[in-house]
């Protein structure tokens, strides 16, 4: 019979979860969910502090591992389909990934992989590299939650049609624990992402000789002083984390400045609904300029 643990990650911290499924060698599934209050406190040991009791909620991720090793990773938060993953990683162009959604959006995952390998999109490894990098990205974010409820599934893998890339997981506590240390150092640069960006001046001279990778292209195409970093992060499907590691990135540079959001035509201070995102294709003045910032 299958076993079970639970608790909140306020009782057994992911990385002490890490090593125990690493240490036994387990094989199951995590599931973490959002945590809802009772109304009620937990008394702790010493008799004198409390905590708001927590049951779950909504499953929030859910991460798979195979004789203690991490093999998948699944976020309500995320979009995980093939196609987008492989579009973020920066191996499908935009048109490429709108296309395929459309045409392939109840595939497998390795059904759509194979598609794509066989049709010359993409190689074997460029799957396997993109679904890695997407499933270490869920699992050091998950590395930085505190108080969530778990419950830990022995024996319970994921679907067969779904791709698995095994990873040890030595690697991910020590790089999870070093991208915590960044992510708190990001926080204090950039804990409001309710401001907007701009380009300076001479934006032409500042990106010369820049390289920049397909993610931080993707969010310079959005940038204007009508949209806030939170919304350009809708935008690319990106985590708060990855928006600020982008963005603190850029203003190292140079490449944008930090300015208040502009309100939208006849808005209000203060008003609701605000400013949308607006696509790319909507800018042509600035994608003018990317285009020639790029060929520089």
């Not at 990650?9 to 387990?26: E, P, Y």
């Not at 540079?253 to 203060?270: F, T």
Request: charge should be positive.
């Amino acid at each position: 019979m299958a076993r079970q643990l639970r608790g909140t990650l306020q009782d057994l911290h992911m990385t002490q979860l890490l090593h125990l499924i690493n240490l036994a060698k387990k094989t199951g599934t995590l599931h973490v969910y959002e945590g809802v209050a009772t109304g009620k406190d937990i008394i702790m040991g010493d008799g004198e502090t409390r905590r708001p009791e927590l049951v779950p909620g909504k499953e929030r991720v859910k991460v798979a591992f195979r004789e203690g090793k991490l093999i998948h990773a699944v976020s309500g938060e995320r979009d995980g389909h093939l196609a987008t993953v492989l579009n973020k990683a920066g191996k499908l162009s935009d048109e490429q990934h709108r296309l395929i959604r459309q045409k392939a959006a109840q595939a497998s995952d390795k059904a759509l992989a194979l598609l794509l390998i066989n049709a010359n999109y993409v190689s074997q490894s460029d799957v396997v590299q993109s679904v890695r990098k997407y499933t270490l990205e869920i699992m050091y974010d998950l590395m930085t939650w505190e108080r969530e409820p778990f419950l830990f599934e022995e024996g319970e893998q994921p679907p067969a049609d779904r791709i698995t890339v095994p990873v040890d997981l030595e690697n991910v506590i020590i790089e999870g624990t070093r991208t915590n240390q960044r992510n708190e150092q990001l926080l204090k640069e950039l804990p409001n992402l309710d401001f907007a960006l701009k380009f300076p001046e001479s934006p032409s001279e500042k990106f010369k000789g820049i390289q920049l990778s397909v993610e931080e292209w993707r969010v310079v195409s959005f940038i204007n002083p009508k949209n806030s970093i939170r919304q350009i992060a809708k935008a690319c499907n990106m985590t708060d984390m990855e928006i600020r590691r982008i963005v603190y990135g850029l203003l190292n540079a140079g490449l944008v400045e930090l300015v208040r959001p502009q309100l939208p035509d006849g808005a209000k201070p203060g008003g609701r609904p605000g400013p949308r995102p607006i696509t790319p294709q909507q800018r042509p003045v600035i994608n003018k300029l990317i285009e020639r910032i790029k060929n520089l």
